[in-house]
């Protein structure tokens, strides 16, 4: 065997040699993140977001809105952000702004339920292969940057669509030299060199116009590429092709419209890497002399734009694929939950079996059933706005991800509104007192918008406790009277014992109590019957270890006033 065999033979054995090594590098990877995904499902969710991405989670939503969402004041005071941050688990961005707009648009009477049980209960323990394929495929394919889904499309339909005619000339005007050289050679040459150097400079100047718009392009082959696997992988598979079947379909379509899309692609996203490859060189003297990247990119804006709902029900697709994994990871973690179907008819009402919070780690579950309107009373820290957001939270997930925190729970399909965490708004000038009575408003709106049809569930936190006592108490009986007369399940919490007696014909009474020990306060955080029997914020403060002083003269004061209806100066 001569010299050059021997080279021949031990370059080809490094070129085996490197292609098994790449490949058990890969099979590596993606056993460690099957590892990773494997331990994650059913612990609560810790993602890190790229910078500006969480504030962008909105896109989907925002196009997708519904007769009735979930409102800013509602989200924020239910901790919305927070809970939405413990349960995504999702792999791709289009199933973190599926999401989102699904935690925000809870389904209501005769509406289409958007994910079925079916298909969250599709990624049991036994079908953990499929999950995590699926999941891989996700994750290789369905990333997305800072950005949402729909900024990037909206960041390549504000460049106007190339037109053909601005590209032409880079290629008829050669093609005319070359026809004038056979008339006259010096002619011709001249006539070459300039459009040769037309074409050059009008290159270079479009092509740093549409260089930040590639990434839009990227996605799109991106979320293309994801539809094609997912598709490839759940056909194969019976339960998850029965489940999926509207999914799949839309997706096996979306990617027939994009055929043409994708056709050529590689001519405009392809890397230069600085290599001297001859054939990699030649075809970026072709595309900077005849402008062929820029006309694949005009014609991939056009078709864009002609398959915007295609690409939209693509979005939506592997959204909803995604979200349900992560519904199904998230019920994992859950100490209890049900999955209820709410009813359509009959007279408004909740019923709750082992309800609580379900961002508490160590949570006190309540038993309660409301047919009407409930008022709330109790010392500070006692349970009363927890009780109030567990109770809006559970209705929220039911009719968002059919995943009550609850043992049991079942009710009316309901609109759901709070007032409980307000602000000053700064911006806007407007007092405390501004703010809520504006958020009172719009309940006391919504519920005679639809009076006859779905019912509203509101949680109020304080009535009006942005003003002084007497008004308070005289405002806040007429709200919460005109409240109780409407389609309505209310719950108020309140420290003004009066409302107890003044609303007590349109108000079941409830409260939650504490007990002092010495100098410690124990709270049951169990809801009980009737109006809260004592006072205790001025003993709260004697356990809290104020002095005693303060905490006797503050008592014969409030006594004074109780026996007089007078206060005395101090």
């Known amino acids: 065997m001569n010299t050059a065999s021997v080279f021949i033979l031990l370059l080809l054995g490094f070129f085996i040699l490197a292609a098994l090594i790449g490949i058990r590098d890969r099979k590596r990877r993606e056993a460690k993140e099957r590892d990773e995904l494997r331990r994650a499902f059913g612990s609560i969710g810790d993602k890190e977001y790229p910078e500006g991405r969480y504030s962008q989670?909105?896109?989907?939503?925002?196009?997708?809105?519904?007769?009735?969402?979930?409102?800013?004041?509602?989200?924020h005071d239910l901790d919305m952000d927070l809970l939405f941050h413990e349960m995504d688990r999702t792999?791709?961005?289009?199933?973190?702004?599926?999401?989102?707009?699904?935690?925000?648009?809870?389904?209501?009477?005769?509406?289409e339920r958007d994910l079925s049980e079916q298909q969250i209960s599709?990624?049991?323990?036994?079908?953990?292969?499929?999950?995590?394929?699926?999941?891989?495929?996700?994750?290789?394919?369905?990333?997305?940057g800072r950005y949402s889904v729909y900024e990037y499309l909206e960041m390549l339909a504000s460049l106007p669509v190339r037109s053909l005619s601005k590209d032409l000339p880079a290629i008829v005007l050669p093609a005319v030299s070359v026809i004038v050289l056979f008339a006259s050679r010096p002619v011709g040459v001249i006539c070459l060199l300039l459009s040769l150097c037309f074409g050059m400079v009008t290159y270079f100047r479009d092509k740093g116009m549409i260089a930040p718009y590639l990434e839009t392009v990227r996605f799109i082959l991106r979320l293309l590429a994801c539809g094609r696997a997912l598709s490839g992988r759940m056909s194969g598979h019976t339960e998850a092709s029965a489940c999926f079947a509207a999914e799949l379909s839309l997706m096996g379509r979306s990617i027939r419209d994009f055929e043409r899309f994708q056709r050529g692609s590689w001519l405009l996203l392809r890397e230069r890497d600085g290599s001297a490859d001859p054939a990699s060189l030649l075809l970026d003297y072709l595309c900077i002399l005849f402008h062929l990247d820029l006309i694949k990119f005009g014609s991939m804006q056009r078709q864009l734009r002609e398959q915007e709902l295609a690409l939209d029900d693509l979005i939506t697709s592997i959204g909803r694929i995604d979200a349900s994994v992560c519904i199904a990871s998230y019920r994992k973690c859950l100490p209890v939950w049900c999955s209820p179907e709410p009813a359509e008819e009959g007279a408004p009402f909740v019923d709750y079996k082992g309800l609580y919070h379900p961002l508490l780690r160590d949570p006190v579950p309540n038993d309660f059933r409301a047919e009407g309107c409930t008022l709330l009373t109790g010392s500070n820290a006692s349970g009363k706005s927890t009780f109030l957001k567990a109770a809006a939270v559970c209705a929220i997930l039911a009719q968002t991800i059919r995943t009550a925190p609850a043992a049991d729970y079942r009710a009316r399909y309901m609109?759901?509104?709070?007032?409980?965490?307000?602000?000053?708004?700064?911006?806007?000038?407007?007092?405390?007192?501004?703010?809520?009575?504006r958020s009172l408003r719009r309940i006391l709106d919504a519920a005679r918008q639809d009076r006859e049809n779905t019912p509203v569930l509101c949680c109020i936190d304080e009535v009006l406790r942005g003003t002084n006592t007497i008004e308070r108490i005289s405002a806040s009986t007429e709200i919460l009277h005109v409240l109780s007369g409407e389609n309505m399940i209310v719950f108020a919490a309140t420290h003004d014992l009066e409302l107890t007696q003044l609303l007590e014909d349109d108000y079941e009474n409830y409260h939650f109590s504490e007990e002092i020990v010495g100098e410690d306060v124990r709270f049951s955080y169990k809801i009980e019957p009737g109006p809260a029997r004592t006072r205790n914020a001025i003993r709260l403060l004697q356990a809290m270890g104020y002095d005693k002083e303060i905490v006797r003269r503050a008592g014969e004061r409030a006594e004074k006033f109780l026996k007089n209806g007078v206060w005395e100066k101090i």
Request: charged share 30%; proline share 1%.
């Open 415 to 437: 609109r759901i509104y709070t007032s409980m965490a307000l602000r000053d708004s700064l911006q806007g000038g407007e007092s405390y007192f501004i703010v809520e009575i």
């Open 57 to 75: 989670l909105k896109g989907y939503w925002e196009r997708h809105t519904r007769a009735f969402s979930l409102d800013d004041i509602t989200w």
């Open 122 to 144: 599709l990624w049991r323990e036994e079908e953990e292969s499929l999950r995590l394929d699926v999941q891989q495929i996700l994750r290789k394919y369905g990333k997305g």
């Open 91 to 111: 792999c791709s961005a289009a199933g973190e702004e599926y999401l989102y707009w699904l935690l925000r648009s809870p389904a209501l009477e005769g509406s």
